[in-house]
Each structure stands twice: as C-alpha cells, then as structure tokens.
C-alpha cells in the first residue's frame, strides 16, 4: 500500500524522508533549509511541524530509538548538527553542534544497546561523534577520510555470532563504518581505555568516491558490510566472525551501468537494495554457492 503525500508544504527540493521507529511520524527536509513533520494515522496525514534553524539545504533527517524520548537529528550544507525534541506537544532544539567546516553529509544513531550516540560524516573530512550521558552532550571528532566523508554506518551492537554460539561474550559494541571520497571503507572501533575511535580495518578497490555504506544487522557467523560508489560498483565485504572480533574482510563486486548512490539492508540483514544513477533498484541475495544474485529488479 502505497500513500502519497502531494503537498508536502516544501518550497524547493526535498532530500530525506525518514519515518520514526512506529511508523507514526513521517520527518521531511529541503533545500528550503526546513524539516517538516507529519503525523501518519492510516491513509491519511497532516502536517504538525515546521522546523527552522539550518542556514543551508538540510540533507538528512534521523530519529533516535524511542527509549530516549522524541529525539530527531538533522544535518544539512550550513556544517551544523541540531538535536531537536518534543515534548508536550512542543519541539525544541535542545543541542546546536557546530564545529564541522564543511557540509555534514549524513547522521547515523547507534544501535539504542549502545547509549543516545549519533555518528557524523562531513565535507571536511572528519567524523563526529555525540553522545547524551548525565545530561548533557558531549563529542568527540576525529579526520576519517582526507577529501570528505559520504556516508557512516553502525554495527549491530551486539557482537557477531552472539546469537548462534554460547562461546562469543553477549556484550554490546560500539563500531561503524565510513566511505569517503578517498575511495576508501574504514571500520571504526571505540577504544574504552584511550576513550577514543580508532581505525581497525582499511578497505581499498574502489576507483571512485565511495557514495554509501551499510553495515548488515545480521547476528550470523559472518558480518558483511556493502558500499556504493561513482566507480559504478558496489562491494560487499565479509568477514568471519570466529576470529575476534574480526578475520580479514574479502569483497565481492557487483557492476552496474551507472553510478550506485545508496545500499540498504533489508531487516534481517540477508538482501541488500541497491539503487544508481539510472532510477532503478534492484534486490540482491547470496546464493547458497556464497556468490551474490540478483532477485528483483523495480524499474520506474
């Protein structure tokens, strides 16, 4: 069932539409340097808020986990991150993080195991990383990619394998992964006694910018992570878990005729949608032999 929303109530180009963890509220922004939310009741909504604060396009909208309240982060052209929160009815920004120079390109929370945590990815080539904790916000930022960071993508915050073996400790981690236009893929671990992220793992073989990465939810043997990229592929990076907390990761290409902008994973974490340059989706799937396959194909 598909629900249109044909006035949107935006002045110019929108970028990011983000439904809360409910499916209850619908989170728009715009080049009109504006967030919109909506209420979702059935098949029809109403617009209840508009959000103003970013002097720039906002890019990307997220929610937080529920657990910590009504909580939406934004991020857009101006380099600025808001926290925004509801409360009673009313929304408010409640932290303003402006210490990025460039345009910070997307937002990403950690999985809820792992705190009120929002990873940053900017032009300016660094990674932010905010966190609520005795009430307030702090952050940490740090250079990832020399040339700019594209996209940022948390691991499931359980380790791997955690839920098919009794021998991997059931503790909650806190590791993501970057792509930037370095062509590269890094995978980030925080280090408790330095209290600091450090690169654990450089990923080359992309020729060209790296637009998008996302780390598979799956809690199998294996972790996989996919990234897109101008270079008209996208690699999916396995790793076998039994070796703590990784083995070396090894990468599949799959070719395409355009540029691959975003991948995501499906919720059990075993199909990856890819969409490109050329409007169209498609669906991917490992086959039993370990390669990967084309399922389904959505052509507009």
């Not at 657990?67 to 052209?77: H, M, V």
């Not at 359980?158 to 590791?175: A, E, I, K, Y």
Request: glycine fraction near 8%.
């Amino acid at each position: 069932m598909t629900q249109t929303i044909t006035n949107s109530g935006h002045d110019d180009m929108i970028h990011d539409a983000v439904l809360d963890y409910y499916g209850r509220r619908l989170a728009t922004c715009s080049s009109d340097r504006t967030i919109k939310i909506f209420e979702i009741e059935g098949e029809s909504h109403r617009l209840t808020e508009t959000l103003k604060g970013h002097e720039g396009a906002v890019w990307c909208v997220a929610w937080a986990h529920p657990k910590f309240g009504n909580i939406l982060a934004s991020a857009g052209y101006d380099g600025k991150v808001f926290i925004w929160r509801e409360q009673g009815g009313q929304w408010s920004k409640v932290f303003d993080f402006a210490m990025h120079t460039a345009s910070v390109n997307i937002v990403s929370w950690a999985p809820h195991e792992a705190g009120c945590v929002l990873a940053c990815a900017s032009s300016d080539g660094n990674v932010s990383v905010l966190e609520f904790k005795d009430n307030s916000w702090e952050h940490k930022i740090f250079p990832a990619h020399g040339l700019g960071v594209n996209a940022v993508s948390w691991a499931p915050a359980l380790s791997p394998g955690s839920l098919v073996s009794s021998s991997t400790p059931n503790t909650s981690v806190r590791r993501f992964v970057t792509g930037g236009s370095d062509n590269m893929v890094k995978i980030w671990d925080w280090s408790p006694e330095t209290k600091s992220y450090n690169t654990t793992h450089t990923l080359p073989g992309h020729t060209d910018w790296v637009r998008d990465v996302s780390w598979s939810p799956t809690l199998l043997s294996k972790s996989y992570i996919a990234s897109a990229s101008q270079d008209k592929t996208v690699r999916i990076w396995t790793s076998d878990t039994s070796a703590a907390p990784y083995g070396d990761w090894t990468s599949t290409t799959l070719n395409f005729d355009a540029v691959v902008w975003r991948v995501s994973w499906s919720l059990s974490g075993n199909v990856l949608a890819v969409s490109g340059g050329d409007n169209k989706v498609s669906l991917w799937k490992e086959s039993l032999k370990g390669g990967w396959e084309c399922v389904k194909r959505i052509e507009e």
